[in-house]
């Protein structure tokens, strides 16, 4: 097992370890983090995850989108490894992907690519002030949004990395393939990934 392999494990029987009123306390306290970020406020095309293995739940942070005229995605998983993005209200029906995962049933035209979103939650397994993640180690979202790679930050879209404040790490190597976070919500904080960059300039 690699160095990253038994972190994504110890972090990952960390996570699923908190108990139910733990993580509903932090999902309550990680809406009013993101309530700090002015994107989170007006973007109209914000995507998320569907919670699972202990993933910080959205349903908090996202209840007030529709009220305010914003449209909620959640990722479908494409060709080539990579993810789409499919509108989701109660009202649509879901399925599980390969992985257990539910998706939103809809019309492959309703699918939006990565590029056409202005903000997008995405859950981690770990991470650092400088905004690189430790993801489940399959690739998904670094391959969807690799078209970020060599654009000055931040950029559209806005990425949010949503984790708990114990998953962060002092420094994590990137990979070359990793596509890096703007911004990093906890219970505890809104971090800004690329201050600590400009403070290395």
Not at 42 to 55: I, K, L, M, P
Not at 83 to 107: H, K, M, S, V
Not at 180 to 200: H, K, N, P, Q, S
């Amino acid at each position: 097992m690699t160095e990253r392999e038994e972190l994504r494990a110890r972090l990952r029987t960390q996570r699923q370890g908190l108990a139910p009123a733990e993580r509903i306390a932090a999902a309550s306290a990680i809406a009013a983090t993101l309530a700090q970020l002015p994107e989170f406020l007006v973007d109209t095309r914000v995507a998320g995850y569907w919670a699972v293995a202990g993933e910080v739940p959205l349903n908090i942070a996202l209840a007030a989108l529709a009220a305010r005229g914003q449209h909620y995605h959640l990722p479908v998983l494409a060709r080539g490894r990579r993810l789409r993005f499919a509108p989701w209200r109660r009202d649509i029906g879901l399925a599980p992907n390969r992985y257990g995962i539910p998706e939103p049933q809809c019309d492959p035209s309703a699918l939006l690519a990565p590029e056409a979103l202005d903000l997008v939650l995405v859950p981690l397994l770990g991470f650092d002030r400088r905004g690189h993640r430790l993801g489940s180690g399959a690739g998904y979202y670094d391959r969807s949004f690799e078209f970020l790679r060599d654009v000055a930050r931040p950029a559209q879209p806005v990425l949010v990395g949503i984790g708990y404040s114990f998953q962060e790490l002092p420094a994590l190597p990137a990979q070359g393939w990793d596509i890096r976070m703007d911004f990093v919500a906890t219970e505890r904080e809104l971090i800004d990934c690329g201050a600590g960059l400009r403070g290395e300039g």
